[in-house]
């Protein structure tokens, strides 16, 4: 029996001795890996310094395009403000490298720190294993035996301290390992940020790259026309001032509201960003994606407000699920009182076959419930009583503001677009049931287009 005991306590102290040893070894790992990361330091102050220089020349080019501006309007002034954007965007393209390059590094050490954060809760988790083991055995055996086992009374209690000593051990470790993931479950948070920088950072980089393309464009046109001689300035100036006008003029459609000029839309859309924050063509590839998604499902009418049922407007057929009976009912039927509208024939969505309700209203799509929320913060923001959901102008504001609300303020590539399947689905994107993600990158693109071919020709114009 004591030979039995004695060597549990000396398995005991060995097990203590692997998981000192694993717990020394991730130590050392530490070490090496502040070794590694001091190594990089070098590099890192390298690519900061140079970034800093880099934003100092665009500080520069940005002071000589203002003076360039003041110049008076000429096609050769044209091609100076050309050129000198050019150059500041390809700084500017420079910079992103440079940011991208760090962030590539920033997210490698991460990576790494977190496998050596695993492999050390890996290792520290089976010789626990075994030390919970060996420690259940000795707890099973009757102290009676104990008492036997030892010839004298010391050797008794040596083993009792001997025990003690191992369960406070045990629980050291546990604790450690407690402090570990948590220090895991921290650097994972971090890397998902650094992955969203460098996401961020890309796509700004292809769209720098775009830039310096559509401005190279219009400055051989400016060349070519300045060698030929073929048109004065104001000829120049006219040209672009009736494709302004015939952008300004084009409809944009909206979802269950007459289209309006898409000058209109802009305004509308300046004024929310100015509250909000939220990019003007953003909120406009919002809506017309909303605008989009209506044109396929359609518009349904409210006929039943117990079961939620309506019917199809073009169709003229019952369809369940138009709205949900207890979140969506009460407030639409108080909505459309305020408004003097009938409840019964105002145009809502339709639901999606097999995902849930419809009943969002107006070119925004708020469900009744949610404009509830919102209502009195668009009406305040746009200076009247009673915000409705079915003006155009109260339905930009009220988009901007709650997806201000969902974090497309911060105006990042990676906000935008969580903001965006927040807004269609209430998930920033991902890859679960039912999919969100394909809604915000079609808004992304959409937004991107409406920036470049109809937002940025209508600049200084």
Not at 41 to 54: P, R
Not at 396 to 410: H, T
């Amino acid at each position: 029996m004591k030979k039995r005991v004695q060597k549990y306590f000396v398995a005991l102290l060995g097990i203590i001795m692997v998981v000192g040893f694993s717990f020394f070894m991730s130590e050392r790992v530490f070490v090496r890996a502040e070794t590694t990361i001091s190594s990089v330091d070098a590099q890192k102050a390298a690519l900061e310094a140079e970034l800093a220089k880099l934003e100092a020349e665009i500080a520069e080019k940005e002071r000589v395009l203002a003076g360039q501006k003041g110049e008076t309007a000429s096609i050769s002034r044209d091609i100076k403000v050309l050129t000198t954007q050019i150059e500041k965007t390809k700084l500017d393209i420079r910079s992103k490298n440079l940011t991208i390059s760090k962030l590539q590094d920033e997210i490698k050490q991460k990576n790494s720190h977190i496998g050596e954060l695993d492999q050390t809760i890996n290792k520290t988790k089976d010789s626990l294993a075994q030390l919970i083991r060996k420690t259940n055995e000795i707890d099973q055996t009757p102290v009676v035996h104990l008492v036997l086992s030892n010839s004298t009374l010391s050797e008794f209690y040596r083993d009792i301290d001997s025990f003690e000593a191992i369960k406070k051990s045990v629980k050291a470790n546990i604790e450690e390992i407690r402090g570990t993931r948590i220090e895991t479950e921290k650097q994972r948070e971090q890397l998902k940020t650094k992955e969203e920088l460098e996401m961020d950072a890309k796509q700004a980089l292809e769209s720098a790259k775009r830039k310096v393309e559509l401005t190279e464009d219009e400055k051989q046109k400016l060349l070519s026309v300045s060698k030929s001689k073929e048109k004065t300035y104001e000829q120049l100036l006219a040209e672009r001032k009736a494709k302004a006008a015939q952008i300004r003029s084009a409809l944009f459609s909206l979802r269950d509201s007459s289209a309006i000029p898409f000058g209109d839309a802009l305004a509308y859309a300046e004024a929310a960003s100015a509250k909000t924050g939220v990019r003007p063509a953003f909120l406009l590839a919002i809506l017309t994606q909303e605008t989009n998604l209506g044109k396929n499902l359609g518009s349904c009418y409210l006929k039943d407000p117990i079961t939620g049922s309506g019917v199809g407007i073009t169709s003229g057929s019952t369809i369940a699920n138009v709205m949900k009976p207890t979140r969506d009912v009460g407030p639409f039927l108080t909505i459309t009182k305020e408004l003097g509208r009938d409840p019964y024939a105002t145009r809502v969505s339709c639901p999606i076959a097999g995902l849930g309700y419809g009943g969002a209203m107006g070119p925004s799509q708020f469900i009744p419930s949610t404009w509830a929320i919102i209502k009195t913060r668009t009406a305040s923001a746009v200076g009247v009583k009673m915000a409705d959901p079915w003006n155009p102008e109260h339905a930009f504001m009220a988009s901007a503001i709650y997806l201000s609300d969902l974090g497309a303020g911060a105006a990042t590539y990676t906000a935008e677009k969580n903001a965006a399947c927040r807004y269609y689905s209430g998930r920033v994107c991902d890859t679960k049931s039912p999919p969100n993600t394909f809604y915000g990158n079609s808004v992304m693109a959409k937004a991107t287009s409406i920036q470049e071919t109809m937002i940025d020709p209508l600049q200084g114009l």
